[in-house]
């Protein structure tokens, strides 16, 4: 993987209203269905929250792209095999 091309950003360092965007962006992209709750997308989001604080979610940069995005540790862990056999193929 390119060394130093990825960095995991701590959820402390992001303004509030980044990282509600953010959970909003991971929930809505997971599928997850917001009528399942009372609070609605808002239910979704405080849960997601819990696993960032629980350290099951990261939030990780990009440095190349500058994109930003939540994952899963294993969406990580599956994403970063992905990258070293790109770069193994030289893709």
């Known amino acids: ?6 960095i995991e950003v ?9 990282l509600e965007r953010l959970l909003a962006e991971f929930v809505t992209r997971q599928g997850y269905d917001t009528t399942d709750t009372e609070e ?3 239910g979704w989001i ?3 929250r819990h696993q960032l604080d629980r350290g099951e979610l990261l939030i990780v940069h990009d440095l190349q792209t500058e994109f930003t995005e939540v994952m899963t540790l294993e ?3 599956g994403f970063g095999r992905q990258l070293a056999d790109d770069e193994e193929e030289g893709g």
């Open 10 to 18: 701590p959820a402390r360092m992001l303004p509030a209203d980044t």
């Open 40 to 42: 609605g997308e808002r």
């Open 46 to 48: 405080d849960s997601v």
């Open 75 to 77: 969406q990580w862990q």
């Open 1 to 6: 993987m390119s060394e130093g091309r990825f």
